[in-house]
């Protein structure tokens, strides 16, 4: 196992005085001259940094959320107001990929872009990524943020970049072999579309020089299932890690797999229960950036669902974990008779299952009862009649839950390059 670096060993005491030391002096850049935090910490009567002179302090500072944000951008277009510079000093622009709303356009000078990609290095790192591999990224580079600060972290540590962009998913497949890629970096569901590309082209990805799998985009990689899925296909490890184009590259799985680490050093880390907004041990994940002065975000509700893990993790890291990496969107969560259901939690049944390929999942009413059905691929066609009936019972065992299973033609469901979108609540549409 990698040796963790120093900072990251670093006693809680020290890294939370650490972490107030250069909250201080980002206050003090930020609010003279940035209208959206100037305005919205001088309400909470916080004009400077020594106004922020504990974590109680910084506990009483105003959560800022998404749609704040979104608002502001709509207001003053097109980049809003959350802006500490003059526009010269930005170098680059990126944007989220809209899949919960409308896209949050993104700024950064050289300077947060360097910490961003410094924190995708800390990524790399953690998963034993040096500069001896070739990472290869399959994807075409748009304006979402993600995969151009995957690209900057490569760089960082002296790794040999190979784009993917432009190419079909069977091209791709013969570029990773051709070009002996130690590395790929996707999201979870798109390593499984390659896999099954390369199987259905009779290449055998799992003798490939491929050694590392990082993921991204969505909770597959640390679902149980899902992750022994990558693993198996590609004969390499897989690595989850969690980011947001607004906040940063904060999260990353070490070679312990015992959850996800906090990167505690370039963000404070809080879990609050989304209702009262007080600390909790599950619940949602709130976040503040240290190292991104030209576009920061303070007291960040992320949206993201997640749950605190245990004790110290066997890497030696002392950075908090949270257990299974992130549950899922809040926003996700589908209420199905009572029942709170994150999609993940669906996709940890369904992977179990070897002759299950794609998945989707639909809720639906019918009079006054809300109905869950989830549309499987089932690649045993004599067989699909008794793993339907085992997917369904396992759903209902897990969830407290019936749950409709429907064995549908393998190849029918959609399939994703991106982020997956399986889920379908077509009661909102209804509504609508």
Request: glycine content about 10%; some cysteine; overall charge negative.
């Amino acid at each position: 196992m990698n040796t963790p670096p120093p900072d990251d060993t670093r006693d809680a005491e020290s890294r939370r005085a650490e972490q107030l030391r250069r909250l201080r002096e980002m206050l003090d850049a930020v609010l003279p001259t940035n209208p959206f935090y100037g305005a919205k910490m001088a309400v909470a009567g916080v004009t400077q940094g020594q106004d922020v002179d504990s974590f109680d302090a910084y506990a009483r500072l105003p959560f800022t959320t998404k749609g704040e944000l979104s608002e502001d951008q709509d207001e003053a277009p097109p980049y809003g107001t959350n802006l500490t510079y003059p526009s010269p000093q930005y170098v680059r622009m990126h944007q989220t990929s809209g899949t919960t709303g409308s896209p949050l356009r993104w700024l950064d000078t050289e300077e947060s872009w360097s910490w961003f990609g410094a924190c995708w290095a800390d990524v790399f790192g953690a998963a034993g990524v040096d500069g001896s591999d070739r990472v290869f990224f399959p994807f075409s580079f748009g304006p979402f943020i993600g995969f151009w600060t995957a690209y900057e972290g490569a760089r960082r540590i002296g790794a040999m970049a190979l784009p993917g962009g432009a190419m079909s998913s069977e091209q791709r497949v013969r570029a990773i072999v051709e070009h002996k890629a130690t590395v790929v970096v996707s999201t979870p569901t798109y390593a499984l579309r390659l896999a099954e590309v390369a199987a259905e082209a009779g290449v055998d990805l799992a003798s490939s020089d491929v050694r590392v799998t990082i993921h991204a985009g969505e909770p597959g990689a640390s679902i149980p299932g899902t992750k022994r899925r990558i693993d198996e296909a590609w004969g390499a490890t897989c690595f989850d890690h969690a980011g947001a184009t607004e906040v940063g590259a904060w999260g990353f799985e070490c070679e312990a797999h015992a959850g996800m680490h906090l990167n505690e050093a370039e963000f404070i880390c809080e879990v609050i229960e989304p209702d009262t907004g007080d600390p909790a041990d599950e619940g949602e994940l709130v976040l503040t950036n240290l190292g991104r002065l030209g576009m920061p975000v303070i007291r960040y509700r992320t949206g993201d669902h997640v749950r605190l893990a245990a004790g110290p993790c066997p890497c030696g890291r002392t950075y908090r974990r949270i257990q299974g990496g992130v549950i899922g969107r809040i926003d996700d969560a589908l209420l199905v008779r009572g029942v709170v259901v994150f999609p993940s939690a669906v996709e940890s049944i369904v992977r179990r299952f070897p002759a299950v390929g794609e998945f989707a999942i639909h809720a639906q009413r019918h009079g006054e009862l809300d109905q869950l059905t989830v549309q499987i691929e089932s690649e045993a066609a004599a067989d699909s009649e008794a793993t339907t009936d085992a997917v369904a019972a396992a759903l209902r065992e897990a969830l407290g839950l019936r749950v409709s299973v429907e064995s549908v033609a393998v190849g029918s469901l959609p399939r994703f390059d991106l982020k997956a979108r399986r889920v379908t609540d077509h009661r909102q549409q209804t509504h609508d």
